[in-house]
T-cell receptor, first 115, second 114 residues
Framework: AQKITQTQPGMFVQEKEAVTLDCTYD???????LFWYKQPSSGEMIFLIY??????QNATEGRYSLNFQKARKSANLVISASQLGDSAMYFC????????????FGKGTRLHILP | GAVVSQHPSRVICKSGTSVKIECRSL??????MFWYRQFPKKSLMLMAT?????????EQGVEKDKFLINHASLTLSTLTVTSAHPEDSSFYIC??????????FGPGTRLTVT
C-alpha cells in the first residue's frame, strides 16, 4: 500500500536558519511523483516543489529544494534562509503515475519560524 | 496559472439539512477532480475521485449516499453533504488534476453543522 510518513508534528526554527522537513514514502509503483505543499492558516494549499521518481537531479525552486534519496525512499524538503512567512503547515504528498492519479498526503509538519 | 475556485468558502447549516459545495476550474478543463476532507490539525483525507460524465469513485469508509458527488461538466464538480450532522463539520477541499504540479487546489470550504 502507498503511504507517506512525516515524523515531525511540529518544528521551531530561528529566522534565517535553514530547515529540513522529513518525509518518507512507501510504494511498489516504479513511477511516481513526490510533492510538497504549504498550507497557511487560511487553509489554502500552495504547491511548492515536485520531484519525479526518474528525475536524476534533486528539484529546486527558489529557497525550496527537495533532498530525494530514492533508495531510502525519502523526499525531505529543505527551506533555506527561513522567513517569518514560512510559518505554516507543510504536507508531503505522493502520486502514482501508473494508476488513478490520486494524491495521498502525509500528516503534515507544523513549522514555526521564530523572530 | 490555473485556478480552482470553491463556493461557498464558509457555510453554517443546521443538523439534518443538506449542503452543496461547488468546485470550479476557472481556466482549464478538468476531467478529474478530487475531494478531500481535513480534520483539525490533521492531514487531508481523500474522499473521492470525481470523473466528468461518470460516477465518482469513493475511498474506503466514505459513505457515497451521504457525500454525493456530481461532475456534470469539465469545469464543475459538486459535493453535497446530505442530512448533515455535527460530525460532518470539517474543511473540505477540492482539487483538479494537473500532470506537473499534481493538482490545483481550491481554497476550501469550512462547513459547520450546528
Amino acid at each position: 500500500a502507498q503511504k507517506i510518513t512525516q515524523t515531525q508534528p511540529g518544528m521551531f526554527v530561528q529566522e534565517k536558519e535553514a530547515v529540513t522537513l522529513d518525509c518518507t514514502y512507501d510504494t511498489s509503483d516504479p513511477s511516481y511523483g513526490l510533492f510538497w505543499y504549504k498550507q497557511p492558516s487560511s487553509g489554502e494549499m500552495i504547491f511548492l516543489i515536485y520531484q519525479g521518481s526518474y528525475d536524476q537531479q534533486n528539484a529546486t525552486e527558489g529557497r525550496y529544494s527537495l533532498n530525494f534519496q530514492k533508495a531510502r525512499k525519502s523526499a525531505n524538503l529543505v527551506i533555506s534562509a527561513s522567513q517569518l512567512g514560512d510559518s505554516a503547515m507543510y504536507f508531503c504528498a505522493m502520486r502514482s503515475l501508473n494508476r488513478d492519479d490520486k494524491i495521498i498526503f502525509g500528516k503534515g509538519t507544523r513549522l514555526h519560524i521564530l523572530p | 496559472g490555473a485556478v480552482v475556485s470553491q463556493h461557498p468558502s464558509r457555510v453554517i447549516c443546521k443538523s439534518g439539512t443538506s449542503v452543496k459545495i461547488e468546485c470550479r476550474s476557472l481556466d482549464f478543463q478538468a476531467t478529474t477532480m478530487f475531494w478531500y476532507r481535513q480534520f483539525p490539525k490533521k492531514s487531508l483525507m481523500l474522499m473521492a475521485t470525481s470523473n466528468e460524465g461518470s460516477k465518482a469513485t469513493y475511498e474506503q469508509g466514505v459513505e457515497k449516499d451521504k457525500f454525493l458527488i456530481n461532475h456534470a461538466s469539465l469545469t464543475l464538480s459538486t459535493l453535497t453533504v446530505t442530512s448533515a450532522h455535527p460530525e460532518d463539520s470539517s474543511f473540505y477541499i477540492c482539487s483538479a488534476r494537473d500532470p506537473y504540479t499534481g493538482a490545483y487546489f481550491g481554497p476550501g470550504t469550512r462547513l459547520t453543522v450546528t
